[in-house]
């Protein structure tokens, strides 16, 4: 039998690990932690990377998810995202602390999660690219009623470059459709929670999107439409090699569900 080796990653013992993990599934609560469409890029081989998630829900629900839970409306969420690159397509991530700051709760912490990502090596160089990632989370009782559960998020995208290969003017779709997941129920109690992203980069810094996210909820109890979360974002995102990058933008609910106005900050650089 051939081994998997760290320097030739095999995809048939990523799908085979990836239905192994859906098999035993459980329902999924929003999670709020983190705002962000992947896009298979990754940090370079020996470099860690510390990116700092930062959200505030100036105008959201008013009542928590869940008996105990928190209530989004005013709610401050963070979360500390450490990154690892093992190899040119495998980055380690560690999400610690997860922390929050909440109306009906003061200040609290949350838990904690590991990340493993696989993706196409150097993706931002491929007109076409893909990865998937696996997360792995230890909650808190406020954060969700369930201690343990995990993320299954796909990675597929595309970087469409002008006729003359500038980058600056380059278009860049991106999908991810995430199942929410845990460790009882079945695969018909995964959650669908997909991400998009439309991206035009004004120049090898400065990019402008619209982003958009959804829970549609489990696969054998769908939301109706006044229960699924909808919400649209303008973001801007500002790269730098000697300072900090820089993701911001506004998310407005499109449903009654919905929260209807959240701010995300996130601030990466490399430590090494």
Known sequence: MKKWSLGEPSSTHFWWFTVALLAVTAPAFAQTDEIQVYDAEIADQGKINLMIH?????DGAKDPA????LVSNHAYVAVAEWAY??????EQGLYLPLYSYTT????TYNGFKIRELFVKPHAEDQ???YGVNFEFSVNQKQ???????????GIVGWHFKPPDGAKWKQIDLIIDPIVDTGYYGGVKSLDFVPAIRLAYNLSEKWAVSAEEYADYGQFRNLYGVNQQWQQIWAVVDRKSEKWVNIET???FGLTPGTDKMT???MVSRDLN
């Not at 930062?54 to 100036?58: A, C, K």
């Not at 009906?104 to 200040?107: D, E, Y």
């Open 54 to 58: 930062n959200n505030f829900t100036p």
């Open 66 to 69: 869940f008996s105990g839970g």
């Open 85 to 90: 690159g093992v190899t040119p397509w495998f």
């Open 104 to 107: 009906n709760q003061g200040l």
């Open 127 to 129: 007109k076409f690219f």
């Open 143 to 153: 954060w969700d009623p369930r201690h343990y559960s995990s993320e299954v998020r």
């Open 249 to 251: 933008g506004v998310g």
């Open 263 to 265: 701010i995300k900050l």
